[in-house]
């Protein structure tokens, strides 16, 4: 295989398809590998469009870096295990000791609740539920970070009304509003 000249200016051959392939696989952006090439991020743009190969290779390699992304993501979820090796050298460089220890890493669950959030949004979801058995029913929506106490107030004072309700479905999303529907008025 001849050897691939990237110089500034480069005009298209072929060879850049592969070249292209690999710097996306590494998590290069296009603007990234314009600069590789010499090129601008537009020229790497149009390239794409005009050649379809030249597409592929750059949607091959992005999918390669997500899926080793992916893979490392799922390692660290699950918990794995490690050797770690410490050596100790003597003042002219000689191996004086070695010791390995085998280690694990624990499961990460944040991240197993991410990627099942992510990965499979249809049968995974983020949110909290509060059910509360009483004679009416309220349906409180909590958008942003909620945290259990805070959860834990808002049905406190709610049940502290003279007249008892429901709380069903709080739900934590990203924005902070608070929306309730079925919230029994004075002349119920």
């Given at each position: 295989m001849e050897k691939l000249s990237i110089h500034k200016g480069?005009?298209?051959?072929?060879?850049?398809?592969?070249?292209?392939?690999?710097?996306?696989?590494?998590?290069?952006?296009?603007?990234?590998?314009?600069?590789a090439f010499g090129l601008s991020k537009s020229t790497i743009q149009s390239w794409i469009k005009k050649y379809p190969q030249f597409d592929r290779a750059i949607k091959d390699g992005k999918e390669a870096a997500i899926g080793h992304i992916v893979a490392k993501a799922f390692r660290a979820a699950s918990g794995y295990e490690y050797e770690e090796v410490n050596?100790?050298?003597?003042?002219?460089?000689?191996?004086?000791?070695?010791?390995?220890?085998?280690?694990?890493?624990?499961?990460?669950?944040?991240?197993?609740?991410?990627?099942?959030?992510?990965?499979?949004?249809?049968?995974?979801?983020?949110?909290?539920?509060?059910?509360?058995?009483?004679?009416k029913q309220i349906t409180v929506k909590l958008d942003g970070k909620v945290a259990s106490k805070q959860i834990e107030a808002l049905a406190g004072k709610l049940l502290d009304e003279p007249r008892r309700k429901i709380i069903e479905n709080v739900e934590v999303t990203d924005n902070d509003k608070i929306i309730t529907r079925g919230l029994p008025g004075k002349n119920d």
């Open positions: 480069a005009k298209f051959n072929f060879t850049h398809i592969e070249v292209a392939k690999k710097l996306k696989e590494a998590g290069f952006s296009n603007a990234d590998i314009g600069w050596e100790k050298y003597d003042k002219d460089g000689n191996l004086k000791s070695k010791s390995v220890f085998k280690k694990h890493q624990a499961s990460n669950p944040k991240l197993i609740m991410w990627l099942l959030c992510n990965l499979d949004p249809d049968s995974w979801k983020s949110e909290h539920k509060i059910l509360v058995e009483q004679d």
